[in-house]
């Protein structure tokens, strides 16, 4: 049996195997024979081969978790120092499992991936990101969960990439890759201020985390770029706009590269680190966002005309509903919110990727067809927690901890309705498709397995997932309460805010459940897709943030042409030259001046120190004999008056 | 032998330069000749790097003789954690530089020697310990980009090559002159650094039209400006964004890869060993120098629609960034520093590289059309002809951005983590910058290597054998020391803080 000090290389390198399996697939997959698919699964295998040992190894160990780190830049221990290292834990196993799930679900659809222009693309971009959510999850600092993080994003982007050869798919992926790498940054700068004070920042070591100086300056900027940054990869408003653009990747492929697997990976980092950043005070003016963007991104949502519009829109909802419910209930409700999430969502998108106007009503579809929408709905189950699925107990303890301020509960509850509205007017407009398009039984069922890992019961251990006080419907151990050391124990809750709470939100469910069925026949009768006009324009296009952030880009570049423009052509090509062309000039006209004028000088008076000998010279050869004579008379006189004197 | 390597690693150029120009026929010998004078030099220099030992700040593989001795000039050479990785980076370019000019039709021989002669000089400059030396080399180091520009460069290749000569010579005239200044302003004269270090002059002036000037502070400010002049730093950079324009893609490589990196290193030598009084109360300056390269080199960066003025300005911001590190006066700050003239330079060596083959394929550097940019030339779907080169511009942006696991990332973060003790509002700053530069890099991918292929570029190959022998592993270096940066950190660090320490 393989312990747990044993693992870490194992782990790691079951990891590196699937994403060496997903290069090798991007690089050579049209080469191979069914575009590695069979490649692609070995790494499902092999991952699920390593994770099943780490969970012997933990039930061997009690479930306890454990821990290794090591210095990659600076010496562990050290302030400042990066460590990375791997942490074996439940949760970390749990969530590990799940995206191998997905990917699973996802390989399965076989057809729908073959319909791609690239198919190796598609199983590269699973593969990538599936190594990337598991990376993240047993990742014992942040530095590693971030290549995670990165790993996702790359991911998402290879997916919209099977059809990059169309101007706007590539538009459209470049976007997302901006959008989520600015994120990335984001977050890896707000880290490097945290790990300024910080030696480490090691999740299992929480001393790692305590500062002498306590909390400075520096470490409230750390922790809000770092939120910053989470926020902006969990794409809720004002991040929305991504979303709501069409793309021709079927809904599945899309939902999970590029909203599900970065959200998981990104969960990571919040669940992980979400009892620091709630010590610093920043988590719950980031709860309250999340909130705010629940709003915004069901109002968009809501308008949208296109099905897998609004399965986007209703995607950031859930993840930002989730983030809230971290803040305001803990790690463990929101968990159980988590979990509906991925699994809930995958199952609708799986459905709703068989379901399709371009299928037919063929007898033979019929009951796979049938079978697609019951899935569906069964999916939005799983994601909004009806009864028996795990994310109700979730919901009902957020909203009793939160009991004694009724204003607060009640803008939680309308929230939560908000979202389960939107959730439901899509399941109900999937239950209204008839026609399917042509996919085996297998990808028509395996949303099963998720919607059974969404049960209730499995991560709660009771029948309602804790819907009833006291839990008399427990048959198991809760698996969350194993995860997060004895959280999410209903006992702890007074009865009456449990009730109260139970109520409203079952009361939410029912009430959405209507609303979301009378607004999905209401889209469906209008036989054109509706011309929006005004408001609803204004929302449905994501309240057209990006075109506000496209026009502050735009400004940018004028700056930035005007910039170059000024110094570059002007001062270095224009200015300059010409100064310094006239200075050297001018100098040079100068000195050329003085020099004339110093040459001419001193020819003049050479001239004149010439002259007058010369002219006295001359008088001697003018042939004039008195001149003779006054020269001959004179030199006597001066030689006789100078032998005198002497 | 091995006292003797670093001569041994300047010199093989120099020879290899001069026995390549004139061997005869066959015409290829020459080639072979260059490239065994430049791999040979490269090996000694990473043979060097490789038998230093770690955790000691003191100076190695010391060569000492008198040069000059009546001006106290001397021949000393030495190596230690602050440039062992300078010595790495213009080991590694180099022969990639060599092997991409194999097939030139023209002036081979002269492209060649030219080359060797500026890996003499970088290698010289880089390990020198005689200030006088140190500058010799470093002078000596425009006149072969001089050539290079001026012979092979583009259309206004003169003009370009004339300015940065005159931005060259300037700015040498300028360090020349701080030199000087502080040789004469010690008793007795010299130019060697061990004797000089630690601010031997700091309380010393001179006296110029009546007043007095302190040695230290004139010094400082004169050696800064020289260099300003000779690393592209904003706004006196003018001259390197027509470099980039009209030079080949080698140079380039050449000047943002390998020269820029050793002028930075030149700064730190030069500040860190002898202005440590200076350094303290000029550090903001620094770093808002810094900032402003990042800051306005994003922005001039975003309105680029062409390649190579697109990578001047990467490469500006690039320096921005190391200049923050330096400025931050901490051991995260400077040790990243000189990590990320490292990797810097592999990255923007190798990225300027893939983009003069993409140039030279399609024929043209406009990426995007419009905006009175030569009318409706541009790229496209890059990607599905050559989809190696797309995965490794790929990887050369991840590392230019800093993602984890590059080797881009490293450096910034200890960057961060340095520059946030001393001014965290400039760090939000380049935070911003760095944002930006995501934006402009990712968009210029798209249009070069996403989309619609363009049928201008139907013949566009993939890289060929030997393109993949230049530049994958400059690719899988940047990799490489992103995921294990270990060796190289613990052979700069104990440098780092020994110098920190006679600041602080």
Request: some cysteine.
């Amino acid at each position: 049996m393989i312990t747990l000090p044993e693992l870490p290389v194992l782990l790691v390198a079951g990891i590196a195997y699937f994403l060496l399996a997903g290069l090798i697939i991007l690089i050579w997959g049209r080469r191979l024979s069914r575009h590695g698919d069979w490649l692609a699964w070995s790494g499902v295998l092999v991952a699920l081969g390593v994770f099943a040992a780490l969970a012997g190894a933990l039930a061997e160990e009690g479930y306890r978790a454990w821990h290794l780190g090591r210095g990659w830049v600076g010496s562990p221990g050290e302030t400042g120092a990066i460590a990375v290292g791997v942490l074996e834990d439940p949760v970390g196993l749990a969530v590990a499992l799940i995206a191998l799930a997905l990917t699973a679900v996802a390989f399965s659809s076989r057809q729908l991936i073959l319909k791609e222009p690239r198919p190796e693309r598609i199983y590269a971009a699973l593969s990538f990101s599936t190594a990337g959510v598991a990376l993240s999850w047993i990742s014992l600092t942040p530095w590693l969960a971030f290549i995670g993080i990165g790993l996702t994003v790359l991911g998402g982007f290879f997916a919209l990439g099977a059809r990059w050869e169309e101007n706007g798919e590539a538009a459209l992926a470049t976007r997302f890759v901006i959008q989520r790498s600015g994120g990335l940054i984001l977050a890896v700068f707000g880290a490097c201020g945290l790990a300024l004070s910080r030696a480490g920042l090691s999740w299992g070591d929480p001393a790692s985390w305590s500062t002498d100086a306590g909390l400075v300056p520096v470490d409230l900027i750390g922790g809000i770029c770092l939120l910053a940054g989470l926020f902006v990869q969990l794409q809720p408003f004002p991040f929305l706009g991504w979303a709501l653009t069409p793309s021709g990747v079927p809904t599945l492929l899309r939902a999970l590269s590029t909203q599900i697997f970065p959200g998981l990976a990104t969960f990571a980092v919040l669940i992980r680190s979400g009892a620091e950043l709630e010590r610093m005070g920043l988590l719950v003016p980031f709860g309250w966002v999340q909130l705010l963007s629940v709003a915004f991104a069901v109002g968009a949502g809501l308008f949208q005309s296109q099905w897998r519009m609004g399965f986007g829109a209703w995607l950031s909802s859930a993840f930002s509903i989730t983030s809230a419910c971290l803040v305001f209930s803990g790690p463990a409700n929101a968990f159980s919110l988590l979990v509906g999430v991925a699994l809930g969502g995958t199952a609708v998108a799986g459905c709703a990727s068989s379901l399709g106007f371009g299928g037919s009503q063929s007898a033979s579809n019929r009951s796979r067809a049938l079978w697609a929408r019951i899935l569906g709905f069964a999916g939005m189950a799983t994601a909004t927690g009806l009864l028996l699925f795990a994310p109700a107990g979730g919901f009902i303890q957020w909203i009793s901890g939160a009991w004694n301020d009724p204003l607060v509960a009640a803008l939680f509850a309308l929230a939560i309705f908000a979202h389960l509205c939107l959730g439901w007017k899509l399941a109900w407009q999937l239950s209204f498709v008839k026609n399917l398009v042509q996919v085996p039984w297998v990808s028509v069922l395996s949303p099963v397995l998720l919607v059974l890992f969404g049960l209730a019961v499995a991560w709660r251990g009771s029948l309602t997932g804790g819907a009833i006080p006291g839990d008399p419907d427990r048959v198991a151990p809760s698996a969350i309460e194993l995860f997060f050391n004895g959280q999410s124990a209903t006992g702890i809750l007074e009865e009456s805010a449990f009730l109260g709470a139970s109520g409203t939100f079952w009361t939410s469910l029912v009430v959405a459940l209507a609303l979301g069925y009378w607004l999905a026949r209401k889209a469906r009768q209008r036989k054109e897709p509706q011309e929006l006009k005004g408001v609803a324009l204004f929302v449905a296009e994501g309240y057209r943030v990006d075109r506000g952030a496209e026009r502050g880009l735009k400004l940018i570049a004028r700056l930035g042409g005007q910039v170059v423009e000024a110094i570059d052509e002007r001062v270095w090509r224009e200015w300059l030259p010409r100064g310094a062309d006239f200075a050297i000039r001018r100098i040079a006209a100068l000195a050329m001046a003085i020099d004339t004028r110093l040459l001419s000088g001193l020819r003049l008076a050479l001239r004149k120190c010439v002259d007058a000998p010369a002219a006295g010279l001359q008088l001697i050869q003018n042939g004039n004999i008195q001149w003779y004579i006054f020269f001959a008379i004179g030199s006597g006189v001066l030689m006789l008056l100078h032998f005198m004197r002497s | 032998m091995s006292q003797h390597l670093i001569t041994l690693m300047i010199l093989l150029p120099f020879v290899g330069a001069i026995l390549q120009a004139f061997v005869p026929n066959p015409p290829g010998a020459g080639r072979w000749i260059a490239l065994a004078a430049s791999v040979l030099a490269s090996v000694c220099g990473v043979a060097l790097v490789a038998s230093l030992q770690g955790q000691t700040a003191d100076l190695q593989a010391i060569e000492s003789l008198p040069w000059i001795g009546s001006f106290a000039i001397s021949y000393e050479m030495g190596i230690d954690g602050l440039n062992a990785l300078l010595v790495l980076l213009v080991a590694i370019i180099f022969p990639v530089l060599v092997g991409y000019e194999w097939n030139q039709k023209l002036g081979r021989r002269g492209v060649h020697g030219l080359f060797l002669l500026l890996q003499c000089a970088l290698f010289g400059t880089v390990c020198a310990q005689d200030l006088f030396l140190q500058f010799f080399f470093w002078a000596f180091t425009s006149i072969p980009v001089y050539f290079l520009v001026a012979i092979w460069g583009g259309e206004e290749r003169e003009n370009a090559a004339f300015r940065s000569l005159v931005a060259a010579s300037i700015g040498n005239a300028l360090l020349f002159a701080a030199l000087i200044l502080i040789y004469y302003s010690v008793e007795p004269h010299t130019f060697a650094l061990k004797e000089l270090a630690g601010g031997r002059f700091s309380a010393r002036a001179f006296h110029l039209f009546g007043s007095e000037f302190p040695v230290s502070g004139v010094a400082f400010a004169l050696i800064g400006a020289g260099l300003a002049l000779r690393i592209p730093v904003w706004p006196v950079h003018g001259w390197f964004t027509q470099i980039a324009e009209e030079a080949p893609p080698s140079v380039l490589v050449a000047f943002a890869g390998a020269t820029v990196p050793v002028a930075i290193y030149v700064f730190i030598r030069l500040t860190y060993a002898l202005f440590p009084e200076i350094l303290s109360s000029a550090s903001g300056t620094i770093m808002a120098v810094g900032a402003m390269n990042l800051v306005i080199g994003g922005i001039c960066a975003v309105a680029q629609r062409s390649l190579r003025p697109l990578l001047a300005f990467v490469c500006l911001g690039q320096v921005g960034f190391m200049l923050l590190g330096i400025g931050s006066l901490s051991s995260a700050g400077l040790v990243g520093a000189v990590y990320q003239q490292f990797v810097v330079g592999l990255g923007l060596a190798g990225f300027a590289l893939l983009l003069g083959i993409v140039i030279d394929r399609v024929g043209h550097a406009d990426f995007m059309s419009g905006g009175g940019n030569k009318g409706e030339r541009s790229f496209g779907g890059v990607a599905v002809r050559a989809p190696t080169v797309a995965i490794v511009a790929g990887i050369f942006i991840a590392s230019l951005l800093g993602f984890p696991g590059s080797g881009g990332f490293v450096g910034n973060a200890l960057v961060m983590i340095g520059s946030y003790s001393a001014l965290p509002g400039l760090v939000l700053l380049a935070g911003a910058a760095v944002l930006l530069a995501a934006y402009y890099l990712f968009t210029m991918y798209r249009h070069v290597f996403l989309g619609k292929p363009r049928a201008e570029g139907a013949e566009f190959k993939d890289l060929s054998l030997r393109e993949r022998a230049l530049i994958l592993p400059l690719a899988a270096s940047l990799l490489a020391f992103g995921i294990y940066p270990k060796p190289l950190l613990e052979l700069v660090r104990p440098t780092v803080l020994t110098l920190l320490s006679t600041v602080k």
